[in-house]
């Protein structure tokens, strides 16, 4: 008989930023594991794609073609999510977009976008899937955040940083007000894993490759399937015990000291 420790069968979970990169890899270990998905993107030939993909492990995928910076657009996703599920078991929330801008020339205008996108309506979707776990007694929510929110990173990266910092805080106060109701609230903070938007930044600048693997003592960038099992495991019970944690997928680049050094792989 096998292990039940990861099995989703019977969980329904919505993942945003489910078009492609995390959210996408994110979803599709869920469904491999037996959750049934709703889907959210501004893209909606990539979450059909997405959805294909789960219907051949014989899961269900819904569809919510939204913008999470847009309140009204979140509440019709959960409207959506009630009336094709009646239920959310598990809540990733991953899409949403920063600016890389030097703070001398950052305009309110750009702070405040980035702010709705990563602050605003990530903690729009945490509250409407919480008011429905906490009906419920259960449920697990996971928050992507960024190394950014611990460690600076330069280079015009200040609105997101500040942006990764509020959705880190977030994490922590939602947990503390909800682990004792049976909802768990979880973050993952990535380094960098390898997305459209680093490959036009290396092809801009090959530099910045060596710039980043010198931080990274597993000796190369992250890749979005590196996102798989922590969803799994957080979504599972396997993880009942776990909240309000922030936990690094970064190849030991937050372990690594400013002035450390790495150690050459053996032939």
């Not at 709703?38 to 913008?67: F, K, M, P, W």
């Not at 094709?84 to 703070?103: M, Q």
């Not at 997305?195 to 490759?209: F, K, T, V, Y």
């Not at 000796?219 to 798989?228: N, S």
Request: glycine share 12%; with cysteine; aromatic share 4%.
């Amino acid at each position: 008989m096998g292990s039940t420790l990861f099995d989703l069968t019977g969980r329904v979970a919505m993942v945003s930023g489910a078009a492609r990169g995390m959210g996408r890899a994110m979803a599709l270990a869920l469904a491999e594991h037996g959750a049934d998905l709703l889907l959210v993107d501004r893209n909606l030939e990539g979450l059909q794609q997405t959805a294909r993909e789960i219907g051949e492990h014989g899961r269900r995928a819904v569809l919510g073609t939204a913008d999470v910076s847009d309140l009204t657009q979140v509440k019709a996703l959960f409207a959506q999510l009630d009336h094709e599920y009646g239920r959310v078991d598990f809540l990733a929330n991953v899409a949403g977009e920063g600016v890389l801008v030097a703070p001398e020339e950052l305009t309110i205008d750009q702070l405040r976008s980035v702010m709705d996108n990563l602050v605003i309506g990530r903690f729009a979707m945490c509250q409407e899937a919480g008011r429905r776990m906490l009906r419920a007694g259960r449920g697990s929510i996971v928050n992507i955040g960024s190394l950014a929110s611990m460690t600076a990173l330069g280079r015009g990266h200040i609105a997101y940083s500040m942006a990764m910092g509020a959705v880190v805080q977030m994490t922590r106060e939602l947990s503390t007000e909800w682990a004792g109701q049976g909802v768990r609230v979880n973050a993952i903070l990535p380094a960098q894993v390898m997305n459209p938007s680093l490959e036009q930044r290396i092809a801009a600048d090959p530099g910045m490759l060596d710039v980043w693997l010198r931080g990274i003592p597993a000796g190369r960038l992250g890749k979005a399937d590196d996102i798989r099992g922590l969803a799994v495991l957080l979504a599972s019970d396997a993880s009942s015990w776990i909240t309000g944690a922030l936990i690094p997928m970064d190849g030991g680049n937050l372990a690594l000291n400013g002035g450390g050094s790495l150690r050459p792989r053996l032939q």
